[in-house]
């Protein structure tokens, strides 16, 4: 396992940094899956679609929500 830098881009989690432990560290899985927890324990899963890696570093992957989900 390695541990990847993910930065997300949309929806509820936009502009959210975090480090997320992978099986392949040059190869991340294709979506990243978030539950958002909203009031009276109602949830919604918000899914990210990996993009790319940031341009900026070579550590960090970029994961887009689609444009429908609520931000």
């Known amino acids: 396992m390695a541990i ?8 509820p989690y936009d502009g959210v940094a975090l480090s997320w432990d992978v099986p392949d560290a040059d190869d991340p899985p294709m979506t990243y ?3 958002l927890h909203g009031p ?6 918000v899914d990210y ?3 790319g890696r940031a341009p900026d570093t070579a550590t960090e992957w970029i994961y887009e929500a689609p444009r429908s989900a609520a931000g």
Do not use: F, I, P
């Open 49 to 51: 679609r990996r993009v």
């Open 33 to 35: 899956a978030l539950k």
């Open 40 to 45: 009276h324990e109602a949830t919604e899963d």
């Open 4 to 11: 990847v830098r993910v930065r997300l881009r949309g929806g």
